[in-house]
């Protein structure tokens, strides 16, 4: 079963970091983000990846292709685009594919595609978040519903603290950015291969692909109630390697 990494996207809130590296190669304890993407797949025995590359993607291709001291590898195909490893290193197959510039994420899927065609069905996220999702619950879950796709349901913990103000307007109760009660889009997806003819060269997978399934009961929800953190700016990168070197990450589950 292969795993698609949307990859491609611009890190504009992290600084003059962003700016410099492609968002899926700013570092969390010394390694990038993508690389704790790739070892939480393959702790669950997915191991055969699809990056699909955009916003300096060329970097991405250098860090597994050319950089033998930071990722050893065996050997690159003639195609120049999949990458195996040492069997003495990660069990990983890595297809590098150029999806553009500024593609959205459904377009970048569905240029995927190309290599999703021996695939029943596949999962997808993005490389920006991390989490201890479940990963084989999630694809079982996926396989007992017999939907064309499974988005992972969270609860993110608000950015601000709240107040509780009873009916006379006095503040009762401070409570620090507590656990929102709605439920959002967190990414780690699995899809039947159908999802690719929702897609075009347009698409935004987070608008009509995904709200034309929920339209037609055709996409389930996932409930992760677990960890949960995306990297959106420099201050979500400080806390990531903050809870890296304080031996509290929560996502590493290998």
Sequence with gaps: MKTVILCGGRGTRLGEHGKSVPKALVEIGGKPILWHLLKTYSNAGLDDFVLCLGYLGEQIREYFIDDG???????????????R?????????????????????????KRAGVHLQNEKSFCVTYGDGLADVDL??????????????????IQPFSSFGVLEIDDDEFVTEFREKPRIREWINGGFFVFERSILDY???GSVLEKEPLKTLASKNELSAFKHRGFWKCMDTYKDNLEFNEMWNAGNARWKVW
């Excluded at 040492?86 to 899927?109: C, F, M, Q, S, V």
């Excluded at 084989?136 to 007992?144: A, P, R, T, Y």
Aim: aromatic residues 4%; charged residues 20%.
């Design 199 to 201: 897609l075009d060269e």
């Design 136 to 153: 084989k619950g999630l694809i079982s879950f996926h396989n007992g519903r017999g939907k064309t796709g499974t988005l992972t349901a």
């Design 85 to 109: 490893f040492r069997p003495d290193a990660e069990n990983w197959t890595i297809t590098l594919l150029n999806t553009g510039l500024d593609t959205n994420t459904g377009a970048r899927l």
């Design 69 to 83: 001291r930071s990722v050893p590898i065996a050997s690159v195909l003639p195609d120049s685009e999949t990458v």
